[in-house]
């Protein structure tokens, strides 16, 4: 079992900049990769942004909503992934989750909420 708790959500203005993070407990050593994802109003949940280890190297993928935007990155020692969001727009806003897949299945977070409006 995996549990996810993200945070750091909130309102802020078209081009400005939020940082969210998800702390990780439990089987977190057998976690492959780690994700998030966001779900506006009346849209289904999409891939932001994933960051997996593969041996010795890590990989990031991104939306290309997204890319040059926002970065995801983790913090080992912390249990932590990271998304840097920078430049938001108003599309930007949505519920977003963590989510880890790991050998025992896929593990989703509560959601924390961005809102980008003036």
């Known amino acids: 079992q995996v549990q996810l708790v993200e945070s750091g959500g909130g309102l802020v203005q078209p081009g400005g900049s939020l940082t969210l993070s998800c702390a990780a407990s439990g089987s977190i050593f057998s976690t492959y990769s780690t994700g998030w994802y966001r779900q506006a109003p009346g849209k289904q949940r999409e891939m932001v942004a994933v960051i997996t280890s593969v041996g010795s190297g890590t990989y990031t993928h991104y939306a290309d909503s997204v890319k040059g935007r926002f970065t995801i990155s983790r913090d080992n020692a912390k249990n932590t992934v990271y998304l840097q969001m920078n430049t938001l727009k108003p599309e930007d806003t949505a519920v977003y989750y963590c989510?880890?897949?790991?050998?025992?299945?896929?593990?989703w977070g509560q959601g924390t909420q961005v809102t980008v409006s003036s």
């Open positions: 989510k880890a897949v790991a050998n025992t299945g896929d593990y």
